[in-house]
């Protein structure tokens, strides 16, 4: 499998390349040739990164290109992780930020469309990560909608660890948390649908803890802020459990989720009156390389509101983009 990584020579990329060539992520028999691109000037780091995973000596990991040019990075790729993007300055408005990544992701999208496979698979990153995706998706016809997805697996597994953590239950005894809409301070973690495993069999979340303002409120802001949170303490940006996030999101969506419900970011079919084309992330299952979307969940008054919230944000950023794209 040819995998690119966009930005590798930075924070989230050196703590992902391990997961990736050491089978995590596509499974532990798929042989990997990576393809590292960053920007020039980050040549230098990304031949010690090189360097770095040649000494690790990865049965997996057959090759590695490391380029700046995004022309040989996408060349036949079968997956593309999208850590790269323009990084937001201070005293920088969101619409420049929107600005400046979609020159980025509009020129990408495009060699993507010329010279990737064309089934690849995407995950954007880099932020503002859904309507980065929703860019390049536009700029590469030639590539299916579904395999422009982002990330916010990340906020999926810090809501499934909050539950877990308030329950003194391990994270995986925590199912069914959905993230809906954005990667952004707007998303909504939603565990109204969730259930725990207990002694007593699985119960559902709320009514295990039944504290709907707990739910309503502290548990809703410490996901939503939870990044803000990692840099306050680590004065960087997260990016251990990013690169977990990333590899968890690639393997459910390329070996299968099991039966289990995730959080992807994903291009909305209309499902939950979400407006059709948005890159906005839902509760899905995966199997056999595809996502599908779960239906039917039951979304009351305040996840509504919750979920409009964000979605009129997200149709917000993609007018802008689209203006920028369109100028
Ligand atoms: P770093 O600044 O450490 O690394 C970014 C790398 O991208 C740098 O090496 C830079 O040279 C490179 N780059 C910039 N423009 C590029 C371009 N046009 N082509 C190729 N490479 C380019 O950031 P890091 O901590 O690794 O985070 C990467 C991105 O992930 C950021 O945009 C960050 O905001 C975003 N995040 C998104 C998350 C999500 O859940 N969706 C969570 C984690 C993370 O904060």
């Given at each position: 499998m040819r995998v690119c990584v966009t930005?590798?020579?930075?924070?989230?990329?050196?703590?992902?390349?391990?997961?990736?060539?050491s089978g995590r992520t596509f499974g532990p028999s798929t042989k990997i040739i990576l393809h590292l691109l960053d920007i020039p000037r980050a040549q230098q780091a990304l031949m010690g990164?090189?360097?770095?995973?040649?000494?690790?000596?990865?049965?997996l990991l057959e090759e590695v290109v490391?380029?700046?040019?995004?022309?040989?990075?996408?060349?036949?790729?079968?997956?593309?992780?999208?850590?790269?993007?323009?990084?937001?300055?201070?005293?920088?408005?969101?619409k420049d930020l929107l600005a400046k990544n979609c020159n980025i992701f509009k020129e990408q999208g495009r060699l993507l469309n010329e010279v990737a496979s064309k089934n690849v698979k995407v995950v954007v990153v880099g932020n503002p990560a859904n309507t980065n995706a929703l860019v390049a998706q536009q700029c590469a016809p030639s590539i299916p909608k579904e395999n422009f997805t982002a990330l916010t697996r990340l906020d999926h597994n810090r809501a499934q660890s909050q539950i877990a953590m308030r329950l003194k239950v391990p994270s995986s005894a925590v199912e069914n948390c959905t993230i809906?809409?954005?990667?952004?301070?707007?998303?909504?973690?939603?565990?109204?649908?969730?259930?725990?495993?207990?002694?007593?069999?699985?119960?559902?979340?709320?009514?295990?803890?039944?504290?709907?303002?707990y739910l309503?409120?502290?548990?809703?802001?410490?996901?939503?802020?939870?990044?803000?949170?990692?840099?306050?303490?680590?004065?960087?940006?997260?990016?251990?459990?990013?690169a977990k996030a990333i590899s968890d999101h690639m393997h459910d969506w390329v070996v299968g989720s099991n039966g289990k419900t995730?959080?992807?970011?994903?291009?909305?079919?209309?499902?939950?009156?979400?407006e059709k084309g948005l890159i906005y992330s839902f509760p899905v299952v995966c199997s056999a390389g595809?996502?599908?979307?779960?239906?039917?969940?039951?979304?009351?008054?305040?996840?509504?509101?919750?979920?409009?919230?964000?979605?009129?944000?997200?149709?917000?950023?993609?007018d802008t983009a689209l203006a920028f794209l369109n100028k």
């Open positions: 930005g590798a020579a930075g924070q989230i990329g050196y703590a992902l390349l391990p997961h990736i060539c990164v090189k360097m770095e995973l040649e000494d690790c000596g990865f049965d490391v380029t700046s040019d995004a022309n040989v990075a996408f060349t036949g790729i079968d997956a593309c992780i999208m850590l790269g993007a323009f990084p937001r300055g201070p005293g920088m408005e969101r809906w809409g954005n990667h952004s301070s707007t998303q909504y973690p939603d565990v109204s649908n969730s259930v725990v495993a207990t002694a007593q069999g699985k119960q559902k979340v709320g009514d295990v803890i039944q504290n709907p303002g309503h409120g502290e548990f809703i802001k410490v996901v939503q802020q939870r990044g803000a949170a990692i840099i306050n303490a680590r004065k960087l940006s997260s990016a251990m459990s990013a995730v959080s992807m970011a994903v291009p909305s079919d209309g499902s939950y009156g979400i595809k996502y599908t979307i779960v239906q039917n969940l039951k979304v009351d008054q305040f996840s509504r509101k919750m979920m409009d919230e964000t979605m009129n944000e997200l149709k917000q950023e993609r």
